[in-house]
């Protein structure tokens, strides 16, 4: 029976839910309802606890309701809440940032990260005065009009609209190509490169479950945009602060001209962000002509959240941590389906990871996670969470481990997913 919560939800709320994943639509059953969420544990209205893996979906690094961001929020949420004025705290995110990601010499603050992949584009397009971009099958970057396209009918084809509502006319200047291939990324330069005003990228893909970048993929893509005058546009969105502190580009050595962020860097508040090479970005209004602009941008609630954060991370040996627990937990659960006979392979960087049920040695696009077995992901996922435990409700989203988990979290989520592999056979 559906819970009443969902139901009654489902009468005020297109589907129930403020985000369609959060519907279980992948995973099928109802959504959890939560009440309120304390390190690595969130409870439901019914007070039921759960492990957390999703971390609101890559925000949560510290866990949930840290103690020190808690109380700088709460500080700062008792001198006002919006100004639509400049406060410091503002160039004090902003500079950390900058500390943080060197390639990031301007950044504007927005709300989300789609408002942050929206204006990087069209400040691409503004800044070259090209239309065409180039993106990656299976990459997200947000609801953004230009960028819920898929592939025409073949890699040397324009973009179809992704989502009703999507001009043709503006889906076609949207060039999509499969992930780790560089092959088609040359061939797609080779063919619209004058016209091509940018490539974004997941410089480490998590929409697409958990997808590392193979050595020369970022590197080429670094070449052609120098070749050809393209804006190269990292989406760190998730990735920032997250595969490592300085974000994939300090992991990888590849500097980006624009860069996108949100999740970790507002610590749990409504936060996006771009920027990049102030030549670039001095485009923007007011210093140029490209219009962008936000009534709640650079929220002070928000900037605390985030720069509290961006501070308790930035402490020695903090991702190496996060990776030895996932590392941990990865090794536990391959072993513990290899004893049921069930193959099972998992990857990560930093507090992010990905597992995946194939006989595969190593998945690299988009085409290769599709051909995993979601039907078995499926029955993990609730039986995980018959156990207390909640991975993402979808087989093609990426994990989050939190400076909050501990050892004794790991081994009890080990020793679950032993219990819930037997069942799957
Ligand atoms: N880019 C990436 C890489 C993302 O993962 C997401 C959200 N999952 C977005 C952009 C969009 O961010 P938001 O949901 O805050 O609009």
Redesign the pocket.
């Known amino acids: 029976m559906m819970s009443i919560h969902f139901q009654e939800a489902q009468r005020y709320i297109p589907g129930g839910v403020n985000?369609p994943v959060r519907a279980f639509r992948g995973v099928g059953g109802d959504p959890i309802f939560i009440d309120r969420a304390e390190g690595a544990y969130f409870y439901d209205v019914e007070g039921q606890r759960y492990l957390d893996y999703v971390g609101s979906?890559?925000p949560m690094i510290l866990g949930h309701a840290h103690p020190s961001v808690i109380a700088a929020v709460q500080a700062t949420a008792a001198k006002g809440l919006s100004f639509g004025a400049p406060t410091v705290l503002e160039t004090e995110l902003a500079k950390k940032i900058n500390q943080l990601m060197p390639s990031i010499e301007l950044v504007r603050m927005v709300s989300?990260?789609?408002?942050?992949?929206m204006s990087a584009i069209r400040l691409a397009r503004g800044y070259t005065g090209r239309d065409k971009i180039v993106k990656f099958s299976g990459?997200?970057?947000?609801?953004v009009d230009s960028l819920l396209v898929k592939a025409g009918s073949g890699v040397l084809t324009l973009g179809l609209p992704n989502s009703p509502g999507v001009p043709a006319s503006l889906a076609e200047q949207t060039l999509t190509v499969d992930y780790n291939n560089v092959e088609q990324v040359r061939e797609v330069f080779a063919q619209w490169g004058e016209q091509i005003a940018a490539v974004i990228v997941?410089p480490v893909a998590?929409?697409m479950n958990f997808i590392r970048p193979l050595p020369d993929f970022l590197p080429t893509l670094r070449q052609v945009c120098d070749q050809y005058g393209s804006v190269l546009i990292f989406?760190?969105?998730?990735?920032g602060f997250r595969v490592a502190l300085g974000g994939a580009q300090q992991l990888f050595d590849i500097k980006p001209d624009l860069t996108?962020l949100?999740?970790v860097i507002g610590g749990g508040m409504?936060v996006?962000a771009f920027g990049g090479k102030q030549e670039i970005m001095s485009h923007i209004a007011p210093l140029g002509a490209v219009y962008q602009a936000g009534t709640l941008s650079g929220n002070p609630v928000a900037m605390i959240a985030g720069l509290t954060t961006l501070d308790l991370i930035s402490e020695v040996g903090f991702y190496s941590r996060l990776e030895e627990k996932i590392n941990k937990l990865i090794n536990g659960l391959s072993h513990s389906a290899a004893s049921s006979g069930i193959s099972l392979i998992g990857d990560y960087l930093g507090g992010m990871f990905g597992v995946f049920f194939t006989d595969a040695k190593q998945v690299t696009n988009f085409a290769q996670v599709s051909d995993c077995r979601v039907d078995l992901f499926k029955a993990f996922f609730h039986g995980m969470l018959k156990e207390g435990i909640y991975f993402a409700p979808s087989a093609f989203e990426a994990g989050f481990m939190s400076s909050a988990h501990s050892e004794e979290d790991i081994e009890k989520t080990i020793a679950a997913a032993e219990r819930v592999f037997k069942t799957l056979v």
């Open positions: 985000s979906w890559g989300s990260g789609t408002e942050a992949t990459c997200y970057h947000g609801h997941e998590g929409n989406d760190e969105v998730m990735t996108t949100g999740k409504p996006g």
